[in-house]
């Protein structure tokens, strides 16, 4: 058996975690300093039935046989409207391997998909009105020697571009909302 090239767990100790675990009932957090690895590594070698690897190799190719494509591409005359999704439902009876990638692949190597209408480019522009504020919380270092931070809260008046701003030691809810009082008086009118 191959084990995986950054395994931190041997089999002997995935075996011997998930015994620790079911029959002295250990912490996860006390497996995991035990064994020196992270608590997401001892749930999974918990969770699992078998303390092997599971395959990481390549992937097995897509079937396409022709009786498939025959079946994709009869289904989708008969329903035009009907999308790749639809289309390996309906056909997963007669062919269990059928999916929507594969179904994908024979409508787009016969023509049989619509190309999307591209979405026309606008430019998003924040909307500027009469009665609008944005309001900017920026923390910065404390000035002199001072530990932790400050925060300068900023309200600019978007049609005048006109700003108030205040240093704080906090940003809670109330400390915000007397700057926004403050900023509504010494600001321009908004009529």
């Given at each position: ?64 046989t ?59 522009r ?59 008086d ?6």
């Amino acid at each position: 058996m191959k084990q995986h090239g950054s395994a931190t767990l041997t089999v002997a100790k995935r075996k011997q975690v998930k015994s620790l675990f079911e029959t002295q009932q250990l912490s996860i957090a006390g497996l995991s300093r035990r064994f020196q690895v992270h608590r997401d590594t001892i749930r999974k070698w918990i969770n699992r039935t078998s303390p092997i690897d599971k395959p990481s190799g390549e992937r097995k190719k897509r079937v396409i046989t022709p009786e498939y494509e025959c079946a994709v591409i009869e289904y989708r005359k008969q329903n035009p409207t009907h999308g790749a999704i639809r289309i390996a439902l309906a056909l997963q009876s007669r062919f269990p391997f059928a999916n929507r990638g594969t179904v994908a692949i024979i409508l787009k190597k016969h023509g049989l998909t619509k190309k999307g209408q591209p979405r026309p480019k606008t430019k998003w522009r924040i909307p500027v009105g009469r009665h609008r504020l944005q309001c900017d919380i920026q923390e910065l270092p404390a000035i002199k020697g001072n530990k932790g931070f400050e925060y300068k809260i900023s309200f600019i008046h978007l049609r005048t571009r006109w700003k108030y701003s205040e240093i704080h030691p906090d940003c809670q809810t109330e400390t915000v909302a007397a700057v926004y009082q403050r900023a509504l008086d010494s600001l321009p009118p908004f009529s």
